[in-house]
């Protein structure tokens, strides 16, 4: 359909859609002939839309009512021509399914010409990251070199063979479901998702579809599933992994509810196709649960010292920063940052010890400087994280005119169980200085969220427009 509308190899076209059958048809048919698929996320929506439309070069826009944006007034001129999905079009524009139905003189030899011709280099696709902490959006543009070469290596750390049935719950522009996709393509496993996650259907699905591999990657799309009243780990019969970002101490509570599985922690964003290190599914407890793993053996990984901007020693911890396989990079308009010798600058603080496994000690934008000490949030999220009640903690940096900044916590309790603020900052007395301990405790039901992830940038915008200071109970 594509090639009979005129698209050739290095056109663009953009999808603004929920997850669909029509989705998948359209990012593979048009990787399938080298038309870049532009997958928008929520965060470029709305005014970043019609500013990015200006310099995208899109030939076709694939959009659905679904996601309530009155696109006649974002798209005219010489902006793409829209496609509508799923429903009748507005003024006689055209439709998915006309499209769909009309006569091509292109045979299935034509295609897999076309595909023959594809070069290692060639971009694959067009993404943006979620912008959690910043709200700031940076394209990425991952190369058919890219992609391919990462997912032979996350085939073989979690053991997905031909026949394993991997359950990915994301939304499908981001790039944890589109590597996970290609990788079961590759392999010839099955994948089972759904249209929008739910913790209860989730659990049924996983349970009837009989999935081996769970790669939910964020708590968000996970906890609330294994927390759920109605969960009992025989549900889960087939489920011999887990792929789940978090700290060691949110992991090992998740490796005790399902005693028969391998969970493994990962580390990855959209610039290098969502993951370029992780543990293998037969590490030891501690290094599956506790770091990060080995880095992918077509990515270079060196911790820098964000000061000195010299190599840290083994155990030190500094900014990361990644060689990708294309090689070295230069800063362009995508919004990534790269250092003079080419390699990307994630403001992700980790350290690496002799044997090369990486630890991830979170984010340099999200270390709080309270009274001229510097420490983690990601350290006060694990520590409200061991508290039996809760499910989800998290920590921000809120500005204080006498020590520089405060942190806040915001946390959502486990179906069933209760607790108080006092009885939480009890708990962080038993492992924190007093000046870390955090001033308040919000207590919350529904987050702020992107795709998959929660949006900090908005709870700090929450804590500054409440009047005064919220209790911690």
Same mark, same amino acid.
């Given at each position: ?145 890219? *992609?391919?070469?990462?997912? #032979?290596?996350?085939?073989? /750390? %979690? ?6 049935? @991997?359950?990915? $719950? ?121 770091? *990060?793993?080995?880095?992918? #053996?077509?990515?270079?990984? /060196? %911790? ?6 010299? @190599?840290?020693? $083994? ?159």
């Amino acid at each position: 359909m594509l090639r009979a509308n005129g698209l050739k190899r290095g056109d663009r076209i953009g999808l603004l859609l929920e997850n669909s059958p029509e989705y998948l048809e359209l990012v593979l048919g048009a990787t399938l002939i080298g038309v870049v698929p532009v997958l928008f996320n929520e965060v470029t929506r709305g005014d970043q839309l019609q500013m990015l439309l200006g310099s995208l070069n899109l030939k076709m826009l694939f959009a659905s009512r679904a996601e309530n944006m009155d696109l006649d007034t974002i798209v005219s001129g010489s902006d793409p021509r829209i496609i509508w999905i799923g429903e009748e079009a507005p003024d006689a524009q055209p439709t998915y399914c006309a499209l769909m139905a009309a006569e091509s003189n292109f045979s299935h030899g034509d295609i897999a010409n076309e595909a023959a011709g594809l070069r290692p280099e060639d971009p694959l696709v067009l993404l943006f990251t979620s912008a959690v902490t910043t709200g700031v959006p940076k394209s990425c543009v991952l190369s058919n070199q890219d *992609v391919l070469s990462t997912i #032979s290596h996350f085939i073989g /750390r %979690i053991e997905l063979q031909a026949g394993s049935r @991997i359950w990915i $719950p994301l939304h499908m522009f981001q790039v944890g479901f589109l590597a996970p996709l290609a990788a079961a393509f590759a392999i010839g496993a099955t994948v089972v998702t759904s249209r929008k996650f739910e913790p209860v259907a989730a659990l049924n699905l996983i349970a009837l579809e009989k999935v081996t591999h769970a790669y939910p990657v964020y708590p968000s799309s996970w906890l609330p599933v294994i927390y759920s009243l109605d969960f009992f780990p025989s549900d889960f019969p087939a489920l011999t992994h887990v792929v789940l970002l978090g700290p060691p101490t949110l992991l090992r509570r998740v490796q005790r509810l399902l005693p028969h599985c391998s969970v493994v922690n990962t580390y990855g964003g959209a610039e290098h196709c969502g993951g370029m290190c992780m543990p293998f599914a037969n590490d030891p407890a501690e290094i599956r649960l506790g770091a *990060v793993g080995r880095p992918y #053996s077509n990515y270079k990984v /060196r %911790i820098v010292d964000m000061k000195t901007m010299e @190599i840290c020693a $083994p155990g030190e911890i500094g900014e990361i920063q990644i060689l990708l396989p294309s090689g070295p990079r230069k800063n362009d308009t995508s919004g990534s940052s790269y250092t003079s010798d080419g390699w990307l600058q994630t403001s992700d603080l980790g350290s690496m010890t002799t044997q090369g496994v990486m630890y991830f000690h979170g984010r340099f934008s999200e270390i709080l400087n309270i009274g001229g000490h510097h420490f983690s949030c990601a350290r006060i999220e694990a520590i409200l994280s061991e508290h039996p009640a809760v499910c989800v903690a998290q920590v921000i940096a809120v500005d204080d005119p006498q020590m520089g900044q405060f942190s806040a916590a915001f946390v959502e309790l486990r179906p069933g169980y209760s607790t108080t603020g006092s009885e939480l900052l009890d708990t962080c007395k038993n492992a924190l200085d007093e000046t870390q301990i955090p001033r308040t405790i919000t207590f919350v039901n529904d987050w702020p969220m992107s795709a998959s992830k929660i949006q900090k940038h908005l709870l700090i915008k929450m804590m500054a427009s409440s009047s005064g200071e919220l209790p911690a109970s």
